[in-house]
């Protein structure tokens, strides 16, 4: 049998795995120089924007939504297809979470459905770039303008990706991206939040440590409700040697895609009945390959079926409203059909950095095998 290929693996080299050693011996293992180094090459990435890092791309939502001073009787508005702390960071500040559908084609939020769920108690919106593939940026901020909401950008899985040849976090309002183990650069688990000003940046401070304010040697305050929610250098170590290495990562990931593309060929949806992601070579970073299954095949058969060919596939994601949370918050099924379906039958198939195309084909050939059997 051959080796098992897993969906996603994350890539560390030996001066990132020198540089965390040096880091450890160095004394210095919480928050300190490390930290400081990559929230300043984040920021020289973003145009120069503040940039805070976090021990997870979740508190980073949470945080941008209190800054955003939102809260109990707000209403955000969000997409039922992502990873579930997308909506329960909007519980978490108290507010109320209202989904749009999704576009059956990119699978990221509907804009147009959007601004129909648009309501005198909306007070933001969070899009999520599913894949690393952005929403219509221009729309997205238009819409925003227009009815005098924030924006709070689920770039989760978008580090690298760009908008008109602008990186994602160069530009709008916050902007969240997660470093998670499986995301393009990782740093084991963390996140990043960039922000608009600078007093954004000192009250972003204060909500991941405590909501402390320090002041000479001994003077101390507390004046927000602050959680801990910092960075560790190792985990900085880690982002410095991955982030250095960005440009090389997107584009290994963006060539693989269109090894998935070349291999598949054209008559891939009419022979098999899936449905491929939008072919964007420009903007997206390719962070997941994702199809969705035809009806005729549930997705545990099919993972079951790719893992006997010792192939691993993810999922993401399950519906948001369909969880037993939001069912009880009034949520049930049809009420958005494409979601549902998109999330009944999507599937990640192999995508890091580390495969070549030969791994593409393989995972190809055993797919095919798989949908047309």
Same mark, same amino acid.
């Given at each position: 049998?051959?080796?098992?290929?897993?969906?996603?693996?994350?890539?560390?080299?030996?001066?990132?795995?020198?540089?965390?050693?040096?880091?450890?011996?160095?004394?210095?293992?919480?928050?300190?120089?490390?930290?400081? =180094?990559?929230?300043?090459?984040?920021? =020289?990435?973003?145009?120069?924007?503040?940039? !805070?890092?976090?021990?997870?791309?979740?508190?980073?939502?949470?945080?941008?939504?209190?800054?955003?001073?939102?809260?109990?009787?707000?209403?955000?508005?969000?997409?039922?297809?992502?990873?579930?702390?997308?909506?329960?960071?909007?519980?978490?500040?108290?507010?109320?979470?209202?989904?749009?559908?999704?576009?059956?084609?990119? !699978?990221?939020?509907?804009?147009?459905?959007?601004?129909?769920?648009?309501?005198?108690?909306? &007070?933001?919106?969070?899009?999520?770039?599913?894949?690393?593939?952005?929403?219509?940026?221009?729309?997205?901020?238009?819409?925003?303008?227009?009815?005098?909401?924030?924006?709070?950008?689920?770039?989760?899985?978008?580090?690298?990706?760009?908008?008109?040849?602008?990186?994602?976090?160069?530009?709008?309002?916050?902007?969240?991206?997660?470093?998670?183990?499986?995301?393009?650069?990782?740093?084991?688990?963390?996140?990043?939040?960039?922000?608009?000003?600078? =007093?954004?940046?000192?009250?972003?401070?204060?909500?991941?440590?405590?909501?402390?304010?320090?002041?000479?040697?001994?003077?101390?305050?507390?004046?927000?409700?602050?959680?801990?929610?910092?960075?560790?250098? $190792?985990?900085?170590? $880690?982002?410095?040697?991955?982030?250095?290495?960005?440009?090389?990562?997107?584009?290994? !990931?963006?060539?693989?895609?269109?090894?998935?593309?070349?291999?598949?060929?054209?008559?891939f949806e009419a022979q098999t009945g899936a449905q491929l992601p939008p072919a964007d070579f420009?903007?997206?970073?390719?962070?997941?390959?994702?199809?969705?299954?035809?009806?005729?095949?549930? !997705?545990?058969?099919?993972?079951?079926?790719? &893992?006997?060919?010792?192939?691993?596939?993810?999922?993401?994601?399950?519906?948001?409203?369909?969880?037993?949370?939001?069912?009880?918050?009034?949520?049930?099924?049809?009420?958005?059909?494409?979601?549902?379906?998109?999330?009944?039958?999507?599937?990640?198939?192999?995508?890091?950095?580390?495969?070549?195309?030969?791994?593409?084909?393989?995972?190809?050939?055993?797919?095919?095998?798989?949908?047309?059997?």
């Amino acid at each position: 049998m051959s080796e098992f290929l897993p969906f996603s693996r994350p890539t560390i080299d030996e001066a990132t795995i020198a540089s965390v050693v040096e880091t450890l011996r160095s004394g210095w293992i919480t928050s300190g120089p490390k930290v400081q =180094e990559f929230e300043k090459q984040l920021s =020289e990435h973003f145009g120069g924007r503040p940039v !805070r890092t976090f021990n997870s791309g979740t508190c980073t939502m949470e945080i941008a939504l209190r800054i955003a001073g939102i809260g109990h009787g707000d209403e955000v508005i969000t997409t039922p297809i992502s990873w579930v702390a997308t909506a329960n960071v909007i519980l978490e500040v108290g507010a109320t979470p209202v989904f749009a559908d999704v576009d059956p084609v990119t !699978r990221n939020i509907d804009l147009d459905k959007v601004e129909a769920a648009i309501t005198p108690r909306t &007070k933001a919106i969070i899009p999520v770039y599913l894949a690393g593939k952005p929403v219509d940026m221009d729309h997205l901020y238009k819409i925003a303008a227009r009815h005098k909401l924030r924006v709070v950008e689920d770039a989760a899985q978008a580090i690298g990706s760009t908008w008109q040849g602008k990186p994602i976090g160069s530009f709008g309002d916050f902007v969240s991206f997660s470093f998670q183990a499986n995301k393009n650069i990782t740093t084991s688990e963390g996140g990043c939040l960039v922000l608009n000003n600078a =007093e954004e940046a000192a009250l972003a401070e204060k909500y991941r440590l405590q909501g402390v304010t320090r002041s000479g040697y001994d003077g101390i305050e507390v004046d927000v409700l602050g959680g801990k929610f910092n960075m560790t250098d $190792i985990a900085a170590a $880690i982002g410095l040697g991955q982030f250095a290495q960005l440009n090389v990562i997107t584009a290994q !990931r963006r060539k693989l895609a269109r090894h998935y593309f070349a291999t598949l060929g054209k008559d891939f949806e009419a022979q098999t009945g899936a449905q491929l992601p939008p072919a964007d070579f420009e903007n997206t970073n390719w962070h997941l390959f994702q199809i969705v299954l035809p009806e005729r095949i549930t !997705r545990a058969d099919f993972m079951a079926r790719m &893992k006997d060919k010792s192939i691993g596939i993810g999922y993401h994601y399950a519906p948001i409203h369909l969880f037993k949370l939001y069912r009880a918050l009034g949520f049930k099924e049809g009420m958005f059909p494409i979601a549902e379906r998109v999330g009944r039958q999507i599937v990640s198939l192999p995508m890091f950095a580390a495969m070549n195309e030969s791994d593409v084909e393989r995972t190809c050939v055993a797919m095919c095998e798989v949908l047309k059997n």
